[in-house]
């Protein structure tokens, strides 16, 4: 072999296992990536339904319902535009409290009730991630649209 087909070898060999490494990353990225959505959102239809993603917005007053069994919590989680039922089984955050902000993450069952295996609760009274105040803003002002019934 000549000098010159060993290098290009050596650079081709090069390029195809650097593109083979980035495909691996981009992959594991790609399938670790969790998206945030509102109920808004989620009510039509842009929430993955094959996915674990993120649902975040308020709990509603009066929506908490806990099981016999002492771990399920049903709760409702709104954007003050929708409403998604949701249910967890685990130990709630103490900040976890009705009227106050709450990101879940889990996944749509077949009913439209959203199972989650993680509750996050803010940790103090002015912090609201960006994502979940932006979404209420947009919500609120949706449903201030003439025409809208909010429904």
């Known amino acids: 072999m000549k000098p010159r087909t060993k290098r290009l ?8 296992g650097l593109g083979l490494v980035t495909a691996l990353v981009v992959n594991a990225f790609r399938s670790n990536m969790v998206f945030f959505y509102t109920p808004t959102q989620v009510s039509q239809g ?16 009066g929506s908490i319902n806990r099981g016999g069994d002492g771990m399920t919590v049903h709760f409702v989680v709104t954007d003050t535009a929708k409403t998604i039922p949701v249910e967890y089984k685990g130990i709630l955050p103490d900040l ?12 749509l069952n077949g009913d439209g009730r959203f199972v989650a ?3 996050l609760a803010k940790h103090d009274e ?16 949706q449903r ?5 019934s909010g429904i």
């Open 9 to 16: 070898t050596l650079v081709i060999g090069g390029l195809v």
């Open 46 to 61: 842009e929430a993955p339904r094959d996915r674990a993603f993120r649902i975040g917005g308020m709990v509603e007053v």
């Open 96 to 107: 976890f409290k009705e009227g106050k902000g709450v990101v879940a993450q889990g996944r």
């Open 117 to 119: 295996d993680q509750v």
């Open 126 to 141: 002015n912090y609201m991630p960006p994502e979940a105040a932006h979404a209420i803003e947009q919500a609120q002002k």
């Open 144 to 148: 201030a649209m003439p025409g809208n």
